[in-house]
């Protein structure tokens, strides 16, 4: 008789990311610019060989959902695929859990997420059929990385089967999923000819910043646009938006729709473990307006704002050093001056208050 299989409970998983040592994945950018931002994403089906009337195979295209098209040497079959927001977040939860060497089941994804296991098939289906460009090949059986400098078409996921065992020595057969569609690289030699690889051209998303969605706290749509703050976020540069171009970025045709999100992540204060008595919350995102602000508005013109993921930077910067707690000052030190001299040019620039403040 098989027994029944012994399933993570999606505790059992956050506790798995909370005691990992990377708290933090690394996404490429394109992943707005080329999926999500045209909402639809054309692929090239995959070539399979299927039976025919006579028991001979015969080389057929089969699509995202299983479709078989009739193959032809001079077919430039080009498919279509929705990607939205579900997409993106399955492609954040499995970023996290491959950099953890997970193995488990859909169910278990579908669980963490609150989505129907069925659901989830068949998104992993799908991203395993669409493709980006990269500069880059990570070949995870031989833990090597090969450069591809005019960039190269991969399949966003990989799907892979592995053997495991649960408690008992119980034999399983279970899944593991790889990101192919990762952020672009820089390869480097420095003088004693050792090769270093610099990740490039990505945004930084944080367990907490996925706690955020999974406990309910944004909904699909705010999580989104909160992740697109991130991802065009420079603290170099002050890089200003208007409600038109941020529902262009976010694939949303009523303005009125955009600023509602708008309003609802500059306005949110967040707790977590690490708040305090005094320091009960926390800001999202900081939003800081042109002095000619309400005058445009009053022209009826559209004016652009310039927004700091407050609770995204600080957190990363915290996560830095495992010791420090994230509502309290850095220790000054050699590999955060630079990132410090960011923050104070950015808070005299702004006339901001301090981000661990109410505004």
Known sequence: MTKVRKLKTPSEIRNLLEESQMKFVMLNNRLFDDFYTLGKVEYVPQLTKELNEINEKVD??????????????????????????????????LKFLSINDFRGYSQEIADYLG????????????????????????????????????GISVRMLNEEKVIGYEEGNIKRNYYKWHLNFDCDYKKEVDENGEVAYTPIN??????????????????????????????????????WHSVEALSQKLNIKDFRIT???????TSLRVKDKFSSDENEDFPLVHVDRPKNYEQKIRDRLQPSSYYKPIYNTQMCLRLNDEESNPYEPTKESEANKEDKEDELAWGAKTKARNPFEAF
């Open 115 to 150: 989505y129907s296991n069925k659901r989830i098939r068949e998104r992993l289906k799908k991203l395993c059929f669409l493709q980006g460009s990269v500069n880059n090949i990570f070949h995870h059986r031989e833990n090597e990385r090969i450069m591809h400098p005019e």
């Open 259 to 265: 600023e509602k999100i708008i309003n609802r992540v």
């Open 60 to 93: 057929h295209w089969i699509d995202h959902q299983g479709n078989l098209i009739a193959y032809s040497e001079d077919n430039q079959l080009k498919c279509t695929a929705n990607f939205d927001e579900r997409d993106f977040i399955i492609i954040i939860l």
């Open 202 to 239: 990505f945004f930084k998303v944080t367990i907490y910043d996925l706690d955020l969605y999974t406990k309910g706290i944004l909904n699909e749509k705010e999580f989104i646009t909160y992740l697109y703050f991130i991802r065009s976020y420079n603290g170099q540069m002050d890089i």
